[in-house]
């Protein structure tokens, strides 16, 4: 069965760094867009970050873009996120999710990780 | 910017059917996805491509999407279906969820 774990989360203070990990298995992880969702607690899910299946394209939520850094080690089966200049606003759980759409510009998000809890504070 | 649109809460007696709107505009020109998330577990896909099922999902979730609305529909809903559900959709460089709504199973 295809399994996303996602390691890395923990207390970090503002202003920190942390990067984030999502190990793949039991599937093709280099066929397919990888994606980073959030959910700050008691909130709702917020799309974070995408990078394509080699790498080349990445995408932001406006509100990361500039201090996170999406990127894949195909040959790891992995995903990362580099997060810096993180702020309290930042503190949730980031999920690491598999996209299978066909399309681009279409989205089909059919397995999640079971997430990694970010925490931003003094 | 665009918005997904969503009503915070929806109730339903067991064996009725629920009926949760998502809108946005011109949302029926794009492609919308349907999540459900129960406490304390990872979202899990409901609906894609706005009336598709993925395998392992009840034939009672449906979904329609047209115009500025996105509807998932749970037929003959049971207390297991308590749960949030949260639309998505998107464009060529960005992804968007909806609030959420939770339904609740009374």
């Known amino acids: 069965e295809v399994q996303l774990v996602e390691s890395g989360g923990g207390l970090v203070h503002p202003g920190g760094s942390l990067r984030l990990s999502c190990g793949a298995s039991e599937f093709t992880f280099g066929n397919y867009w990888m994606h980073w969702v959030r959910q700050a607690p008691g909130k709702g899910l917020v799309w974070v970050s995408r990078?394509?299946?080699?790498?080349?394209?990445?995408n932001y939520a406006d509100s990361v873009r500039g201090r996170f850094t999406i990127s894949r080690h195909n040959a790891k089966n992995t995903l990362y996120l580099q997060m810096n200049s993180l702020r309290a606003e930042d503190t949730a759980i980031y999920y690491c999710v598999r996209d299978s759409a066909d399309d681009y510009g279409d989205y089909r998000f059919d397995y999640w990780g079971q997430g990694t809890l970010v925490t931003v504070s003094s | 910017s665009y918005e997904l649109t969503q009503p915070p809460s929806v109730s339903v007696s067991p064996g009725q059917t629920a009926s949760i709107t998502c809108s946005g505009d011109t949302l029926g020109d794009k492609s919308a996805c349907w999540y459900q998330q129960r406490p304390g577990q990872s979202p899990v896909l409901v609906i894609y491509q706005d009336d598709k099922r993925p395998s392992g999902i009840p034939e009672r979730f449906s979904g329609s999407n047209s115009g500025n609305t996105a509807t998932l529909t749970i037929s003959g809903t049971q207390a297991v279906d308590e749960a949030d559900y949260y639309c998505q959709a998107g464009d060529m460089s960005t992804v968007l969820f909806g609030g959420g709504t939770k339904l609740t199973v009374l």
């Open positions: 990078v394509n299946s080699d790498g080349s394209t990445t």
